[in-house]
């Protein structure tokens, strides 16, 4: 366990359901500085409180937590945001990711789930395994645009060494860092530092942005292993 415990924002409707993630989260002697029981709501807490990080229900009145979470993102763009759902493919899940989100828990997750991943997006990584990431662009990013055209392609990638390409097209297909150091007969280190200039180069916040963008460019589409 880390020394820095994260500070944590919690935003859901129900009450029931932000009391028991602050018992559990206390209780495991991390701090939750505040909560908030709609969008509108979150977003005016996030100001004045400035959390590490945040559980942001999806669907609440008022605001959303899409809205909630591009409004903060804006204004806190180092704060990770963990969305709150009941389904594990929910099509608000990926409109969430694109936006910047960190990943998502169900809200029946378990209180070690629960913690560790709140621990886990506190350290700046991003929850979703690549895989699960993959599943929800593979079946919501077709839907929510028409694939982009060879020229819009190469001019989103276009910061992007060849190799770098090689590497955010694995990325998008759910492979681990040791993965791409097999494929591309590479250290670790070696991918670990290429991941970093393309986070770099195209602004992502971790991997999970990682996937989304190397479909919406079509660098990787449906069905590619």
Same mark, same amino acid.
Do not use: W
């Given at each position: =366990?880390?020394?820095?415990?994260?500070?944590?924002?919690?935003?859901?409707?129900?009450? #029931?359901?932000?009391?028991?993630? +602050?018992?559990?989260?206390?209780?495991?002697?991390?701090?939750?500085?505040?909560?908030?029981?709609?969008?509108?709501?979150?977003?005016?807490?996030?100001?004045?409180?400035?959390?590490?990080?945040?559980? =942001?229900?999806? +669907?609440?009145?008022?605001?959303?937590?899409?809205?909630?979470?591009?409004?903060?993102?804006?204004?806190? %763009?180092?704060?990770?945001?963990? =969305?709150?759902?009941?389904?594990?493919?929910?099509?608000?899940?990926?409109?969430?990711?694109?936006?910047?989100?960190?990943?998502?828990?169900?809200?029946?997750?378990?209180?070690?789930?629960?913690?560790?991943?709140?621990?886990?997006?506190?350290?700046?990584?991003? /929850? #979703?395994? %690549?895989?699960?990431?993959?599943?929800?662009? !593979?079946?919501?990013?077709?839907?929510?645009? %028409?694939?982009? *055209?060879?020229?819009?392609?190469? !001019?989103? /990638?276009?910061? /992007?060494?060849?190799?770098? +390409?090689?590497?955010?097209? #694995?990325?998008? +297909?759910?492979?681990?860092?040791?993965?791409?150091? *097999?494929?591309?007969? #590479?250290?670790?280190?070696?991918?670990?530092?290429?991941?970093?200039?393309?986070?770099?180069?195209?602004?992502?916040?971790?991997?999970?942005?990682?996937?989304?963008?190397?479909?919406?460019?079509?660098?990787?589409?449906?069905?590619?292993?």
């Amino acid at each position: =366990m880390s020394e820095h415990q994260p500070r944590v924002l919690v935003v859901d409707d129900q009450e #029931l359901i932000r009391t028991g993630f +602050r018992l559990i989260l206390t209780a495991r002697g991390i701090d939750v500085v505040g909560e908030a029981a709609d969008g509108a709501q979150a977003v005016q807490a996030a100001a004045e409180l400035s959390p590490d990080v945040i559980l =942001m229900d999806i +669907r609440m009145p008022v605001m959303d937590g899409l809205e909630a979470t591009r409004r903060i993102l804006e204004q806190l %763009p180092t704060c990770r945001i963990l =969305m709150l759902t009941t389904f594990d493919l929910d099509r608000y899940v990926y409109a969430a990711l694109r936006i910047g989100a960190s990943g998502f828990l169900l809200k029946d997750v378990t209180a070690d789930h629960l913690v560790g991943a709140v621990r886990l997006v506190g350290t700046g990584d991003a /929850l #979703l395994a %690549p895989s699960i990431t993959r599943r929800l662009v !593979e079946r919501f990013a077709a839907q929510d645009e %028409p694939p982009k *055209a060879p020229q819009a392609h190469d !001019e989103a /990638l276009a910061p /992007l060494t060849p190799r770098e +390409r090689e590497v955010l097209a #694995l990325m998008g +297909r759910g492979r681990s860092n040791a993965e791409l150091a *097999a494929a591309l007969f #590479l250290s670790e280190a070696t991918v670990k530092t290429h991941v970093a200039r393309i986070f770099a180069k195209l602004a992502l916040r971790d991997r999970a942005q990682a996937v989304v963008v190397a479909y919406e460019t079509g660098l990787v589409v449906p069905g590619d292993k």
